[in-house]
């Protein structure tokens, strides 16, 4: 590859990284802020999530229209349009965050932020050789950063500076994103077909090639663990172990740091010993962890070290989920993306929802996280099963 194309990828590279850092950043918001809004509005522990699950939702479901879209027109107009959407639902939350129904209304449009990933996966994928692109795809989802900026820095500005400062702050980011995307961002310079049949012809792979469906189902528990556990961490730190909110905000924060962090070492291992052996090893130590976490969550100590491990191992999960996709589905990236994205936001949807329905029910959180090791057992069963209808493929195909 010559200087000037190698230059335009990492270029192409990096604006992706900040945009979904920066939507990430607003889609994640509600998170943080949720203990202070349970307090200044008086909300009740399912109330609070069914406003931080809201958005999850939305970004989950956007997912697939936004990847296919990307697949049909190119990354740099969808980005580019996400972000200028992005700042009306900040905007209006910046004046509007006094009520329940106006964060659930305006978080629904809010949590369209969240589709940002669907479309920067194709985007980076057609820059890159199929030999390095888990470790490209790894390196744009750190910008799942987001989360983390949001959890150490949106508690504090607010009590700071108030609960409009967040809002406005987030605002600021996204403009300046918008503004480089615009002038720089390219589309990769790669033939593609004209697309063929109606808007959703895509989705046939998962008909026609029915394994696709596992790797959804795969980013349901790693992604959706990841979202879940960093979205309800703040509540539920300041509910069990009664910690001050920021600190609780940033505890939160730095579980989220270790995930990202750890998703591009996943896409590079994944590129050296194959995407299927980092997930066996990533749902064995989940399900071990989830059950670890469910007895002994009440000890900060514990909970502490699990919380860490578990989210070093699902960040190493989402780097190798979307290795396997861009291996195993090439031609249709963002429709792929799309789905086995929407299906890692709805994995962060309902745990939250669990986590709440669960402690009013019992008042323990044992039988969630329980599920959550169930969940990993599953897909371990799932994946290899799949392994061994490969392997009897191979040999009736030799």
Sequence with gaps: MNP?????????LILATLGFLVTFYAWSMLGPLGPSFKESLGLSTVQL????????????????????LTDRIGGRKVFSGLLAFTILPLAALAVWHDSLVSL?????????????????????????????????????????????????????IADAFGMTAPFLLAIGLIVVILVLFIVLARDAPVAKAPAKGGFLSPLKVFK????????????FLVFGGFVAMFAYLPTFLTSVHDLAKPDAAARAAGFAAVAVLARPIGGVISDKVG?????????????GLAVAVAFGYHDMVVLTICALTLAGFLG????????????????????????????????GFFPPLVLAGTFAA???????????GGTAVICLVVLLAMGRRTGARKVAVA
Excluded at 4 to 12: K, S, V
Excluded at 208 to 219: G, K, N, S
Excluded at 275 to 287: I, M, R, S
């Design 275 to 287: 995407a299927n052996l980092v997930l066996k090893v990533v749902f064995t130590a989940v399900a």
């Design 208 to 219: 026609e090639r029915p394994a696709a469906w596992a790797p959804t189902f795969y980013y």
């Design 4 to 12: 000037e194309a190698r230059g335009g990828r990492t270029l192409a």
């Design 49 to 68: 999530s069914i406003v931080i699950a809201v958005p999850v939702l939305m970004g989950s479901l956007m997912r697939i229209p936004l990847g296919i």
């Design 362 to 372: 019992t008042g323990s959180y044992l039988l969630a996280f329980l599920l959550l």
């Design 104 to 156: 659930i209304v305006i978080g629904f449009f809010l949590g369209f932020a969240g589709a940002s990933f669907a479309i920067g996966v194709p985007f980076v994928n057609r820059w890159y050789p199929s030999a390095i692109q888990g470790r490209a795809l790894g390196i744009y989802g750190m910008g799942m950063g987001g989360t983390v900026v949001a959890g150490l820095t949106a508690p504090r």
């Design 316 to 347: 190493l999960g989402t780097g190798a989920v979307f290795k396997l996709v861009a291996q195993e589905f090439p031609d249709v990236v963002g429709a792929v993306t799309g789905v086995v994205g929407a299906a890692g936001g709805l994995g």
